[in-house]
Every structure is written in structure tokens, then in C-alpha cells.
């Protein structure tokens, strides 16, 4: 991949594990209201399910990240064998 995509990509898996981590919050701070309003459940059931939600969004947002940060490291390593190659010692 060109290294202008992979910026583009990792920029944008950035963008959504903030936004992710957001609608997180969101959720964990009025999903139980929510969900205790539409979906006509008690409130500590709405309540543990807006915190089961907001913990799957924010494991989504670390994943996001994590993938972002992989493709620094994949940089810096192809980069070190491209040195060891033009240097002789790889």
C-alpha cells in the first residue's frame, strides 16, 4: 500500500476510535435512561445494558486504535529492513 493511503488509513481508524470512544460516553451516561424509556425495561436493566453497550464501543475505539498504531510500527519496521538491504547486512 502507498504511503499516502496508509496515512489516509490510519488517520481515519484514528478519527473513528474518537468518535467511538465518544459515543461510548454517550452511552454510558444516558443509554439506561434510554433504554428504561423506549424499550419499556426496568431501569437497572436499561442500566446494565447501556453499560454492556458502552463497554462494546469502547473495546471497538481501543481495536481502532490499536490497528491505527499497528501501521506505525509496520512503517518504522519496513523501513529498518530497507536500511539493512541498502547497507548490506540483511
Known amino acids: 500500500m502507498q504511503s499516502t493511503g496508509k496515512n489516509a488509513l490510519k488517520l481515519l481508524l484514528r478519527g473513528v476510535s474518537w468518535l467511538l470512544l465518544a ?3 454517550l452511552v454510558f451516561l444516558i443509554g439506561g435512561q434510554m433504554f428504561d424509556a423506549f424499550a419499556q425495561t426496568g431501569r437497572t436493566l436499561g442500566e446494565i445494558f447501556g453499560i454492556g453497550i458502552s463497554v462494546l464501543v469502547g473495546g471497538l475505539s481501543h481495536i481502532a486504535k490499536s490497528a491505527a498504531d499497528n501501521f ?6 519496513s523501513e529498518s529492513q530497507t536500511d539493512r538491504v ?4 540483511g
Open 72 to 77: 506505525d510500527d509496520d512503517e518504522e519496521g
Open 23 to 25: 459515543i461510548a460516553a
Open 86 to 89: 541498502e547497507n548490506g547486512a
